[in-house]
């Protein structure tokens, strides 16, 4: 489990996150959702240790990592994996190599092994024989799990996705959903997802927090989330007149039920 | 790119200090600094052995063309050849050329991998990012770049004898008594200090300038027009201090 206490985050005098607690769980989907410029990145950038926050704890498992030393979030940064959402594929490395990089530079596995394991989590991801091909060569569905296969290479206890779903087409994008509810459950790891994508928050929303303007506006689920009367998340979630009307036929279902 | 020159060179002093860690794995590093020895070095060859001919020839014709009607000997020709390939173009001219080559390159390289969120990835999984990506450039460079400074002196002086002689100024034996005479032993140490000097000045700026770039391509570009602008002029200064502190 991961836990921020009270983060906040200022660039200048400009305070982006404003006191922001909230409780991600292992074995879950964790969704963060906001409009654009409500603090998800910055969120996500600060749980990973790649902005520090101005205030606030982190806690990953009860260790803060705020107040790790070098060596110590070294350590920790074996048990993290994250899908980012341009992919940060090493352009000169072919798929095998950009995902066999993490063993190769943090393990003393053979070749034999690494090459196993590299293997295991391409046919994971369903990409097998990709091995020789440069990121340039692949469809954006492909390099999502291709990054994908390299965030999940180590194990990690920890699955950060930044908007995974960004640039792709509805089908690829439920495609890597479900991989990654997949992969959540499988190895019970807590998983925490920013993202946009609607039928991510609809479908695989088992812990949502809502940001707005840098606060803690709104936490749920993707069933509670049918029944807030929270007006901005509303206006967030259900923005269409398509969604409107899957919200109103959604709750005399439930009525009725 | 904002900050005050004492802010650039506060960070750039301590991105050095930051590439002197123990590797992670050293092999890694190795792979990368092989990678970069082939960049740098293979893949300036052709570029060198061009320009540093022409540089020697056009030296050697306009020498000899100055001394045509005076009573200094023609052999001068071979020895001023010799003495500014080894003490200035090979160094300094190859160095600004490779500033622009290599420099931009680097730069460019570093400004894509932070803008793709690349060193951001690297940085996830733990990898010091500013040794892993920087240090094995550096070493790359000022080991190969002394070697094309070697190659350049040679191929210069080559070039301004087949010229001299080819354009009918002098003949073949009186070159080579020129190659030979007044031999300074102290000027190859002095052309190889500043070949090496020149290679950390230009790589290390090229990466800090790419190291730290943001914003959008455009601003890829500006990095790289700076990391040669500014690795160019402290060539330059560093070209003057050397040849005042050892000559």
Redesign the interface.
């Known amino acids: 489990m991961i836990e921020v206490r009270n983060i906040i985050k200022r660039f200048g005098e400009q305070e982006v996150l404003k006191g922001i607690s909230a409780e991600f769980k292992q074995g879950k989907m964790n969704l963060i959702i906001g409009k654009s410029g409500s603090g998800k990145t910055v969120l996500i950038k600060c749980i990973v240790g790649l902005m520090i926050p101005s205030e606030g704890e982190i806690l990953y498992d009860g260790r803060d990592f705020t107040k790790m030393s070098v060596k110590e979030k070294k350590e920790l940064r074996t048990e993290i994996g994250m899908l980012f959402q341009g992919n940060a594929l090493f352009d000169s490395l072919t798929v095998e190599e950009n995902i066999r990089f993490p063993l190769d530079m943090f393990t003393k596995k053979s070749m034999e092994e690494k090459t196993d394991r590299v293997n295991e989590v391409l046919n994971r991801v369903n990409l097998q024989g990709a091995n020789l091909k440069y990121p340039s060569q692949l469809s954006g569905g492909m390099q999502k799990r291709t990054g994908l296969a390299r965030a999940i290479v180590m194990n990690p206890k920890y699955l950060f996705c930044d908007e995974p779903n960004s640039g792709l087409d509805p089908k690829t994008s439920i495609v890597i959903d479900e991989l990654i509810n997949e992969i959540t459950e499988e190895n019970n790891i807590t998983t925490i997802m920013n993202t946009h994508d609607m039928n991510s928050v609809i479908g695989s929303g088992d812990n949502i927090l809502f940001l707005h303007q840098g606060e803690r506006w709104w936490e749920g689920n993707n069933i509670s989330l049918f029944e807030s009367t929270n007006e901005e998340l509303d206006s967030f979630i259900f923005a269409s007149e398509f969604l409107k009307e899957a919200k109103t036929a959604r709750l005399i279902k439930n009525q009725n039920k | 790119m904002k900050g005050g020159f004492l802010f650039h060179l506060g960070r750039y002093v301590l991105l050095i200090k930051s590439l002197f860690v123990k590797p992670?794995?050293p092999?890694?590093y190795w792979k990368e600094t092989a990678?970069m020895m082939v960049d740098i070095g293979v893949g300036s060859v052709i570029i060198i052995l061009v320009i540093s001919f022409f540089i020697g020839a056009v030296s050697a014709v306009q020498f000899a063309y100055n001394l045509s009607d005076s009573l200094v000997p023609m052999y001068y020709v071979g020895y001023v050849v010799k003495e500014s390939m080894i003490l200035e173009f090979a160094p300094t001219v190859s160095c600004l050329i490779l500033a622009g080559k290599i420099g931009s390159n680097i730069s460019s390289e570093l400004g894509t991998m932070r803008l793709?969120?690349?060193i951001?990835?690297f940085?996830?999984?733990?990898?010091n990012t500013s040794s892993y990506l920087i240090a094995p450039k550096i070493v790359a460079a000022i080991t190969m770049i002394p070697l094309l400074v070697i190659i350049a002196a040679l191929t210069g002086i080559i070039g301004g004898g087949v010229a001299a002689v080819g354009s009918g100024y002098m003949s073949k034996q009186e070159y080579i008594q020129g190659i030979q005479f007044f031999f300074v032993a102290k000027n190859i140490n002095v052309m190889l200090v500043k070949a090496v000097v020149f290679a950390f000045l230009l790589t290390s700026i090229s990466c800090y300038q790419g190291y730290y770039a943001s914003g959008s391509a455009i601003e890829i570009g500006k990095a790289s027009t700076r990391a040669v602008v500014i690795s160019s002029i402290m060539v330059l200064l560093a070209d003057y201090l050397i040849a005042w502190m050892m000559l």
């Open positions: 992670e794995r092999y890694m990678r793709t969120e690349q951001d990835a940085e996830i999984m733990g990898v």
